[in-house]
């Protein structure tokens, strides 16, 4: 089994900008695209940016476009969330995901999920 590491989750002030990353550990693999979703307390876990390797290709959900940017090394299994004016909803625990099932980067089927990493943004 493929693990998913995140990391660079923390407490940030509204308007400020945090960078998270996610790395495979233990068997590497290539995968047709990564993603970023994200759950707080009592709601669902919703799409938040992904890249398709081929073509370089990137989505977004509308809650962050313009804000966030996600980017990766697809040799080193490794995405990259930049994450730019901050608001106190989106706070949340943040989800790496690795190869949709689908192959449709924004749907919840991925096959390799990370453990998450707490993002809190105060106002």
């Known amino acids: 089994q493929v693990q998913l590491v995140e990391s660079g989750g923390g407490l940030v002030q509204a308007g400020g900008s945090l960078r998270l990353s996610c790395a495979a550990s233990g068997r590497t693999f290539s995968s047709y695209a990564m993603a970023w979703f994200r759950q707080a307390p009592g709601k669902e876990r919703e799409f938040v940016a992904a890249?398709?390797?081929?073509?370089?290709?990137?989505y977004y959900a509308d809650s962050v476009k313009n804000r966030f940017t996600i980017s990766g090394d697809n040799a080193k299994n490794t995405v990259y969330l930049q994450m730019n004016s901050l608001k106190p909803e989106d706070t949340a625990g943040y989800y790496c995901a690795a190869d949709p099932v689908s192959g449709i980067p924004w749907s919840k089927n991925y096959n390799y999920w990370g453990q998450g990493t707490q993002v809190t943004v105060s106002s």
């Open positions: 890249i398709r390797w081929s073509g370089d290709r990137t």
